[in-house]
């Protein structure tokens, strides 16, 4: 899901419900705005430069492995690894997942070398999923089957390695503007590819730290796209990881906003447009942020925000024209929602114009 939609993917499309606490997604063991328009510049004095993502101070070193080795396995071989394998022993954990990556994209030059660059980047790994039966709620039963990302498929692991430099780049910038803590992990990231069988969705979901990518997926038409999906199924697995008892981060903060606006609203789209934070609809529904049977929708609606922050403030750090209207600058339930979110997970940074 995900979504902060360019202009050309903002109308109906099918998503992904991604939130590890939806009970419709498997359990195995990624814009409201309209285009951005120019501000015009006063006469004197002349601007102050836009926050800049450069110079920023180069992230942490990447861990050699966040997985353990039987984890890394379990993302490359999900059926087990052959039997035939020789690569080194699980004591030498980042060798012998560094062996195993290359086996895994064996024949697949370009791919391999991206998956090792992730790898070496990131500390994720680049696998495929179980094949399974999905319930999808709204989007019937579906059927997944494993898919690696090569030959046609090799644009959608390059995205991916794009976006984890990206968010790097994003929360270093970040860094510069605050003393807190931003506490969001963003990496290491198990990304396991899947192909849905005669259908577009879902394009994602996320789960345990660990991303599952739909080649086909309807919403991954282009890398700004992806970035953007990647962004909000990230955010789901760090709403995850504060969850208190059985509520999620948003549920408990979030939530009463969320529902309040239902409970003005319902499914209205021409009333909820100002609340939501991104474009993206369900074909014959409402906004994907509060589409029903999709799990709890205040997920959905905390992880579009998220990557409608991504959104904005990327857009001030990498000096380029901000995205109007704000969200926050809509109605007071976009500020309150918009600061909470900032706090949390952001280190209260907020580099977005004033309204």
Request: with cysteine; net charge neutral.
């Amino acid at each position: 899901m995900a979504r902060l939609r360019s202009k050309d993917l903002a109308a109906l499309t099918l998503l992904s419900a991604c939130s590890p606490a939806v009970p419709t997604e498997p359990q195995p063991s990624v814009n409201s705005s309209p285009a951005p328009r120019a501000v015009a510049a006063s006469a004197a004095p002349p601007p102050a430069a836009p926050p800049s993502i450069a110079p920023a101070p180069a992230p942490a070193p990447a861990p050699r492995i966040a997985f353990s080795v039987a984890e890394a396995e379990e993302i490359l071989y999900p059926a087990g690894v052959p039997t035939d394998v020789a690569c080194p022993p699980a004591t030498d954990a980042p060798s012998r997942v560094r062996c195993l990556l290359e086996l895994r994209y064996g024949g697949h030059e370009a791919e391999k070398k991206t998956a090792l660059s992730l790898f070496e980047a990131s500390g994720s790994v680049a696998g495929v999923e179980r094949e399974q039966m999905m319930d999808g709620g709204f989007r019937g039963t579906l059927h997944l089957v494993p898919e690696l990302p090569v030959g046609r498929h090799e644009k959608h692991l390059s995205w991916i390695a794009a976006a984890s430099a990206d968010f790097d780049a994003f929360f270093g910038g970040l860094a510069t503007h605050t003393d807190n803590a931003v506490r969001y992990r963003h990496r290491p990231i198990a990304w396991k590819f899947f192909r849905s069988v005669n259908r577009t969705t879902p394009s994602a979901y996320a789960i345990g730290w660990t991303v599952a990518y739909n080649v086909s997926g309807s919403l991954h038409g282009s890398a700004d796209a992806v970035r953007e999906t990647l962004f909000h199924e990230i955010f789901h697995l760090n709403d995850a990881a504060r969850a208190t008892g059985a509520q999620q981060w948003s549920r408990r903060v979030l939530g009463p906003i969320h529902d309040a606006i239902l409970a003005k609203c319902g499914t209205r789209p021409a009333c909820l447009t100002p609340y939501a934070p991104t474009a993206t609809m369900v074909r014959g529904g409402t906004y994907y942020a509060f589409q029903p049977n999709n799990g709890d929708a205040v997920h959905e609606y905390a992880a579009d925000l998220g990557a409608r922050y991504y959104r904005e403030v990327r857009a001030v750090l990498r000096g380029e024209k901000p995205l109007r209207p704000a969200f926050k600058c809509g109605p007071e339930e976009n500020a309150r929602a918009w600061k909470l979110l900032a706090d949390e997970f952001f280190g209260g940074v907020d580099l977005v114009p004033g309204c």
